[in-house]
């Protein structure tokens, strides 16, 4: 029974690059044609597969609901927690994890650092959106023309110094971003908070929510601080794998 259900989900992956017939399913199984129109027949009575007019079978409609069903129902927040968990027994900052919706970039997640001090940021509680480091990787993956049309309505808060001043300095960065592929905001909302961080992508490549560690002056320097940024790009690679499906790997030690 394993053999045949080997059979038959090694026949979606060769669907996948295009309509083929049946002699070219058992070819590539390495099986008789009889074998093969049995598995494609189990298949079409599932709605994985579709027999079309010319005799090919390609794709069908009901595999492509199960991947969007199983995508909506993803939760990145569970998936993420426990690799944010880990990056923070590793170096003891605050890690966060944040997602970009209506139009506002919020906090999902949050780990508290180990020593006294504390940042203010709260689950739920929307990111200083033209300076904080998560807000940055989520805009930075939307298309120029999105990108321009949400800098144009933001307002440009002067935080501290360091805050981005203007519509045309924050698409700058946003494309620095997009070309990096990480993050910082050193000081740009609170002098004496540093942060930096990396994208969570899903299975299309698009970033599905942006993670962060961030930590006061008082405790690392943001040269310091930066010496990190190769841990947080692996936790949020490994974090991309999981979710998108790719790979299996749990909480690493980093």
């Not at 709605?47 to 129902?73: I, M, P, S």
């Not at 426990?82 to 949050?110: F, M, S, W």
């Not at 930075?140 to 990108?147: F, G, N, Q, S």
């Not at 000081?187 to 004496?192: K, N, P």
Request: aromatic letters at 4%; proline letters at 5%; hydrophobic letters at 40%.
């Amino acid at each position: 029974m394993s053999q045949t259900v080997d059979r038959a989900l090694s026949i979606l992956p060769l669907l996948a690059q295009g309509p083929a017939d049946l002699g070219q399913v058992a070819e590539r199984l390495g099986v008789h044609k009889s074998t093969a129109l049995r598995l494609l027949r189990t298949l079409h009575e599932h709605g994985l597969v579709y027999r079309q007019e010319d005799q090919r079978y390609r794709l069908g409609a009901r595999l492509f609901a199960l991947a969007q069903e199983a995508v909506e129902n993803l939760d990145v927040r569970e998936i993420a927690h426990p690799h944010l968990v880990a990056l923070n027994d590793r170096c003891g900052h605050t890690v966060h994890l944040a997602v970009y919706e209506e139009q506002e970039v919020l906090y999902i997640d949050k780990v508290e650092s180990r020593y006294p001090v504390r940042m203010y940021s709260r689950i739920g509680k929307p990111v200083a959106i033209t300076v904080a480091a998560v807000a940055k990787l989520l805009l930075a993956d939307l298309t120029e023309p999105e990108r321009r049309a949400i800098a144009d309505k933001l307002d440009y808060p002067m935080y501290t110094s360091r805050s981005t001043p203007d519509a045309a300095a924050f698409l700058k960065e946003l494309a620095v971003v997009r070309e990096q592929g990480w993050a910082t905001d050193l000081g740009g909302h609170e002098e004496s908070i540093n942060c930096i961080g990396a994208p969570i992508r899903g299975a299309d490549g698009r970033v599905v929510a942006a993670m962060s560690v961030s930590a006061p002056n008082v405790v690392v320097t943001a040269e310091e601080l930066l010496t990190l940024l190769p841990l947080v790009r692996r936790t949020a690679e490994s974090i991309s794998r999981e979710y998108s499906g790719s790979g299996t790997n749990r909480p690493r030690k980093v």
